[in-house]
């Protein structure tokens, strides 16, 4: 039985669905690895180590995860840190496709590493780090969405402080 799983993604930033996400895989799993994409193919507002930053905060009080950057193929990485497991959320249906896709791809690449997908609370189910971006952009208070200090940061870096 595998100990790790690794909950791979860009989280820029990271919401209460990704807090709920990895709680909820800390009760299946020894250990979570939040792996964060250094260098991901989409633009970033916080860099990788500001993201790290902001994660480890976000969990620091959920016994057995570790949160750390990644960089290169990400089936080499679960390789690299002895798991063959990925996690992963799916929000709605329209997050299937591209998600099946990119399962399929690491499978051709590694076929002894598993994706898993974990159905995302409904209480979050339409929560994306894009959204949220825009939302703060436009001033709203994200108090349901992310934690503070998050929101704190997001709105600094977008030049809308919080009232």
Do not use: W
């Not at 990644?70 to 299937?96: A, H, N, P, Q, T």
């Not at 499978?107 to 339409?126: A, K, V």
């Not at 704190?152 to 977008?158: A, D, I, M, T, V």
């Amino acid at each position: 039985m595998n100990k790790i799983a690794i909950y791979p993604g860009t989280f820029d930033p990271v919401t209460y669905g990704h807090i709920d996400l990895i709680k909820r895989a800390t009760k299946i799993f020894e250990h979570v690895v939040v792996a964060v994409a250094a260098r991901p193919q989409k633009d970033t507002l916080f860099s990788a180590k500001e993201r790290v930053s902001l994660l480890k905060a976000a969990t620091k009080s959920i016994s057995r995860v570790s949160v750390e950057t990644f960089e290169g193929l990400l089936v080499d990485y679960v390789k690299r840190k002895k798991s063959c497991v990925m996690i992963r959320g799916l929000r709605m249906i329209s997050d299937f496709e591209y998600e099946f896709q990119m399962a399929l791809t690491n499978r051709r690449l590694s076929p002894d590493i598993e994706t898993i997908y974990m159905m995302t609370n409904e209480s979050y189910c339409y929560l994306s780090s894009k959204l949220i971006k825009e939302a703060a952009l436009l001033g709203a208070d994200l108090k349901n969405f992310v934690p503070d200090f998050v929101e704190n940061r997001l709105k600094r870096r977008l030049g809308r402080q919080k009232k």
